[in-house]
């Protein structure tokens, strides 16, 4: 039963060495060169900025209310920030609690109540 032992007491050091030398090789890098990297966040920004403009004049001249115009601008804006962070390099660690408050920033946004309209309140008066 000793020879049995140190059998499988060597053979766990190897599988012990071996999963050593598999998880020294994996770290995370950033698969873009820094220039690349620059260019698409830059290209984002400036994307998300001309996506607002275009929104602010499209609800400007629908004389939007207020709510409507934070919901379009801050939904625009926490995905502009998501493919931000996206693009230049955080890893899964870092960018799940940043997704987890945009996406609880996004629900508050979208979930708000707007104002009951007429036929809410006609309906409501008659019962």
């Not at 766990?12 to 050593?20: C, F, R």
């Not at 602010?56 to 493919?83: E, H, K, P, T, Y």
């Not at 940043?98 to 104002?115: N, Q, R, T, V």
Request: net charge neutral; charged share 10%.
């Amino acid at each position: 039963m000793t020879a049995e032992v140190q059998a499988a007491l060597q053979t766990l050091g190897k599988a012990q060495t071996a999963v050593d030398g598999l998880s020294n090789t994996t770290n995370w890098t950033q698969p873009w060169s820094p220039g690349l990297v620059q260019f698409l966040a830059v290209s984002v920004l400036g994307f998300s900025c001309l996506v607002l403009a275009i929104s602010a004049v499209l609800l400007w001249r629908a004389r939007a209310s207020g709510l409507q115009v934070l919901r379009v601008a801050g939904v625009i804006s926490i995905l502009a920030f998501s493919a931000l962070l996206l693009v230049v390099g955080y890893d899964n660690q870092q960018l799940t609690p940043i997704i987890g408050l945009f996406g609880a920033i996004a629900g508050y946004l979208l979930g708000k109540d707007s104002p009951p309209s007429q036929g809410n309140e006609a309906r409501h008066n008659e019962a």
